[in-house]
Structure formats: C-alpha cells, structure tokens
Nanobody, 127 residues
Framework: QLQLVESGGGLVQPGGSLRLSCAASGYSLDHYAMCWFRQAPGNDREGVSCISSGGGSTTYHDSVKGRFTISRDNAENSLALQMVSLKPEDTGVYYC????????????????????WGQGTLVTVSS
C-alpha cells in the first residue's frame, strides 16, 4: 500500500507563496505518475497539476499556469508543488495522488482514476 502524506499548507496573503510537499512510503514512486488536486469549499475536486513518472512531462490547470510548478524527487520518494502569486481562489484542500503507469512520459488526464490519495493539506489565501 502506497501512503501519501501532504504538508506545507497554511494561511497566506494574496500574492504570497507556499510550497506543498507530498511524502510517499510503502512503494517506490518510480512507476507512478503523480498529481495535485484541490477542493474548495462547496466545489468539486479539480485537477491542479500532474507530472509523469520520469518527471519530464507536466500538465497544469489553466488557472495556475505560470504560477505553480510541480516537481518530484524519485530518489526521495517525494512530490512538491511550488505556488507563487497566490490568489483567494486558490483556497482549498490540496491532495496529492498517484497512479500506476506504464510509460515514464505519460501524464494522466484529470479524470484518470488515481490509485492512491493523501489526506490533504489546507491552503487558505486571504488578507
């Protein structure tokens, strides 16, 4: 069983920055594409960013392009999301997720079924 634990959430003012981390244990992440999702109060969960298992391919939701950067360190079995220029609409619970894939370049679409999920970390952007 792959276990994912997010950290790094908190309260930040608009325009500020946060770095989210996701630590994995149980299995190596080498064969898993990884994604960040978020869920704002009253909204459905939405995809934010995904990265291929090899780390060479990424996708971003249009609303975060140019502001968020996803990265991974397979040697450390970890995933990160660097967020800058945060906006109030970025507020929500952020989840990391993993899906087993056969290609190191494949980046799953948002509606691809994830195999494992973390418990989430809350990000609040407010003045």
């Amino acid at each position: 069983q792959l276990q994912l634990v997010e950290s790094g959430g908190g309260l930040v003012q608009p325009g500020g920055s946060l770095r989210l981390s996701c630590a994995a244990s149980g299995y190596s992440l080498d064969h898993y594409a990884m994604c960040w999702f978020r869920q704002a109060p009253g909204n459905d969960r939405e995809g934010v960013s995904c990265i291929s298992s090899g780390g060479g391919s990424t996708t971003y939701h249009d609303s975060v392009k140019g502001r968020f950067t996803i990265s991974r360190d397979n040697a450390e079995n970890s995933l990160a999301l660097q967020m800058v220029s945060l906006k109030p609409e970025d507020t929500g619970v952020y989840y990391c997720a993993a899906v087993l894939v056969g290609s190191k370049q494949y980046v799953p679409p948002w509606d691809y079924g994830m195999n494992f999920w973390g418990q989430g970390t809350l990000v609040t952007v407010s003045s």
